[in-house]
């Protein structure tokens, strides 16, 4: 939940019971480019699906003096991050830039063209203990999919889409077996769409085992 200045964290087990209740608060995201401290906003979190681990994906923004009207300040996005706090350690053990460039290639009948694209990524989800599920809409009908390990490690970068005009019902979400999952509306009926990421990602499949 988000309450002012800070973001609680409330931990239950299967039966719901209590386990903890956390609160961080923005400063204690602390990074510096080119020798500027840069102001973080936490975006989101997502708890291990195994072991007592949390992820948070945090972005940075630069303030620079501007010369806009009214002498306001502006502020850049300059990175987003990924840090992991360890639970039963009470602390944070580690943090790593998300990429914000992915190439975008498109196969035609002569050639494949290929395009550098910048974007920013939401954290969707987490598969097991260190395993991340990055995206970042690219169209109506397409989300870029980007997959980590905790440490930074790339394990994929690949897409989701649909082929109808839709409007979002409810967010993508993936579960504990890599089930990616969303409903989208079409005029007056609702469509329940999933896709399985060890389809979805080839180089995957050795680390995420198909749950069917």
């Given at each position: ?13 299967e ?19 080119n ?16 072991g ?6 945090v972005?940075?923004?630069?303030r620079?003096?501007?010369l ?22 009470k ?45 970042s809409p ?40 890599g ?6 509306r ?9 896709w ?9 499949r050795?680390s ?5």
């Amino acid at each position: 939940t988000l309450v002012p200045e800070a973001r609680v964290i409330y931990w239950f087990d299967e039966k719901l019971e209590p386990l903890y209740t956390l609160e961080f608060t923005a400063d204690e995201f602390k990074a510096e480019e080119n020798g500027m401290q840069l102001i973080a906003s936490p975006d989101s979190a997502s708890v291990s699906k195994k072991g007592y681990f949390i992820y948070f994906n945090v972005n940075f923004y630069n303030r620079e003096n501007s010369l806009s009207y009214g002498g306001d300040n502006d502020v850049d996005f300059c990175k987003s991050s990924v840090y992991t706090y360890d639970v039963s350690k009470k602390e944070f053990t580690g943090c790593t830039d998300i990429p914000v460039t992915y190439m975008l290639s498109e196969k035609t009948r002569k050639s494949i063209s290929v395009e550098r694209l910048e974007t920013v990524y939401q954290l969707l989800g987490t598969h097991d203990s260190d395993i991340l599920f990055f995206i970042s809409p690219v169209s109506d009908k397409r989300y870029n999919l980007l997959t980590i390990k905790a440490d930074g490690s790339i394990i994929a970068n690949t897409h989701i889409e649909w082929e109808k005009d839709c409007e979002y019902f409810s967010e993508l979400t993936v579960n504990s077996d890599g089930i990616i999952s969303t409903l989208l509306r079409d005029g007056d009926k609702v469509h329940a769409v999933w896709w399985r990421s060890d389809r979805l990602l080839p180089d995957f499949r050795k680390s995420l085992p198909s749950p069917f």
